[in-house]
C-alpha cells in the first residue's frame, strides 16, 4: 500500500478486506447457489474498488460507491486496467439515499446511529465490549445523500441490486441496513464484514425484521450474510 493510501486510510478510517477471502467467500456463496453469477453486486464504501474486481472476475457484475473522492478515483484507475469481461463501475457519492435520509430527518426511521463512545459488541467472538477509543475517532461518517445521486451516474437504481457488500464500523452498520430493510429489492442478500457490532445488534435486527447467518470469514472476522425474513415496514 503506498503512502498516499496510508495517509487517506488515516484520513477515512479506511482499511482494507482481504481480497483472497472475499474471492473464496464468493466462490462458497456461488457454489451453494446463495448468490448467482449474473448477480448484480454493489459495494457500499468500496474504497479503491479492489473487492470490485474480485466479484468482476468471478464474473458478477460489480457496481461501486465510496464518499472519499481520492479513493474513488484511484479505484476507477484500477479498474480500467483490468480486462474483465462484466460491468465494474465504481462512482464518488454517499451511499445513502436521499429519500432514506430525507426519513431520517423526519424522525421516522428506526435505526440508531451511535455516536463515539457508544459500546460495541462483537457476538460472535469471546465477549468483547469495547468503548470506543481514540483510533477510531479519525473515521468520518458521511450520514447524508450526495449530489449528484450516485445511483444515476451508476445507472442503476439501488433496489436492483441483488448482493450488497459492505465493511463498516458497528456505528454506520443498523442505517446501511436500515436502508436496505427498506428499499432493496425482496430477495435480495446484504453480506456485512465488520469487526464491531453495536451491543443491540440483534435487538436491532428484530425491530429492522432481518435475519442474519454467518456465511464466511473476513480478515478473520465473520462474513454476515443479512436477508429479508418478512416485509417489516
Ligand atoms: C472500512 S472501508 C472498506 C473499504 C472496502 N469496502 C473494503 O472492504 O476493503 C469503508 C469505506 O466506506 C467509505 N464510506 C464511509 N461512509 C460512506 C458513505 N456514506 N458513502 C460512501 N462511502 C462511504 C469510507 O470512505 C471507506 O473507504
Given at each position: 500500500m503506498s503512502d498516499l493510501f496510508a495517509k487517506e486510510g488515516t484520513e477515512t478510517g479506511f482499511a482494507p478486506s482481504?481480497?483472497?477471502?472475499?474471492?473464496?467467500?464468493?466462490?462458497?456463496?456461488?457454489?451453494?447457489?446463495?448468490?448467482?453469477?449474473?448477480?448484480?453486486?454493489?459495494?457500499?464504501?468500496?474504497g479503491f474498488g479492489h473487492l470490485m474486481i474480485t466479484a468482476a472476475r468471478a464474473r458478477i457484475p460489480s457496481y461501486g460507491i465510496e464518499y472519499h473522492p481520492g479513493l474513488a478515483a484511484r479505484g476507477r484507475i484500477d479498474i480500467r486496467r483490468q480486462e474483465l469481461f462484466v460491468p465494474c463501475k465504481l462512482v464518488q457519492g454517499s451511499y445513502y439515499l436521499a429519500e432514506y435520509i430525507r426519513l431520517r430527518q423526519q424522525g421516522q426511521t428506526r435505526a440508531p446511529f451511535f455516536e463515539h463512545g457508544a459500546f460495541v459488541d462483537n457476538p460472535?467472538?469471546?465477549?468483547?465490549?469495547?468503548?470506543?477509543?481514540?483510533?477510531?475517532?479519525?473515521?468520518?461518517?458521511?450520514?447524508?445523500?450526495?449530489?449528484p445521486d450516485p445511483y444515476s451516474l451508476l445507472g442503476i437504481g439501488f433496489h436492483k441490486f441483488d448482493v450488497f457488500f459492505s465493511y463498516t464500523w458497528g456505528i454506520e452498520l443498523p442505517s446501511i441496513l436500515e436502508q436496505y430493510a427498506r428499499y432493496a429489492q425482496e430477495d435480495a442478500i446484504f453480506l456485512n464484514h465488520s469487526a464491531f457490532y453495536p451491543v443491540e445488534h440483534k435487538r436491532m435486527l428484530k425491530d429492522i425484521g432481518l435475519s442474519c447467518t454467518v456465511e464466511g470469514k473476513m480478515n478473520g472476522n465473520p462474513l454476515l450474510a443479512y436477508t429479508k425474513q418478512t416485509q417489516p415496514f
Amino acid at each position: 500500500m503506498s503512502d498516499l493510501f496510508a495517509k487517506e486510510g488515516t484520513e477515512t478510517g479506511f482499511a482494507p478486506s482481504d481480497a483472497d477471502d472475499f474471492a473464496s467467500c464468493l466462490t462458497d456463496l456461488l457454489h451453494r447457489k446463495i448468490i448467482a453469477e449474473d448477480d448484480s453486486l454493489l459495494e457500499l464504501g468500496a474504497g479503491f474498488g479492489h473487492l470490485m474486481i474480485t466479484a468482476a472476475r468471478a464474473r458478477i457484475p460489480s457496481y461501486g460507491i465510496e464518499y472519499h473522492p481520492g479513493l474513488a478515483a484511484r479505484g476507477r484507475i484500477d479498474i480500467r486496467r483490468q480486462e474483465l469481461f462484466v460491468p465494474c463501475k465504481l462512482v464518488q457519492g454517499s451511499y445513502y439515499l436521499a429519500e432514506y435520509i430525507r426519513l431520517r430527518q423526519q424522525g421516522q426511521t428506526r435505526a440508531p446511529f451511535f455516536e463515539h463512545g457508544a459500546f460495541v459488541d462483537n457476538p460472535f467472538s469471546p465477549r468483547i465490549t469495547t468503548p470506543f477509543s481514540d483510533d477510531l475517532t479519525d473515521h468520518v461518517y458521511h450520514l447524508e445523500a450526495t449530489i449528484p445521486d450516485p445511483y444515476s451516474l451508476l445507472g442503476i437504481g439501488f433496489h436492483k441490486f441483488d448482493v450488497f457488500f459492505s465493511y463498516t464500523w458497528g456505528i454506520e452498520l443498523p442505517s446501511i441496513l436500515e436502508q436496505y430493510a427498506r428499499y432493496a429489492q425482496e430477495d435480495a442478500i446484504f453480506l456485512n464484514h465488520s469487526a464491531f457490532y453495536p451491543v443491540e445488534h440483534k435487538r436491532m435486527l428484530k425491530d429492522i425484521g432481518l435475519s442474519c447467518t454467518v456465511e464466511g470469514k473476513m480478515n478473520g472476522n465473520p462474513l454476515l450474510a443479512y436477508t429479508k425474513q418478512t416485509q417489516p415496514f
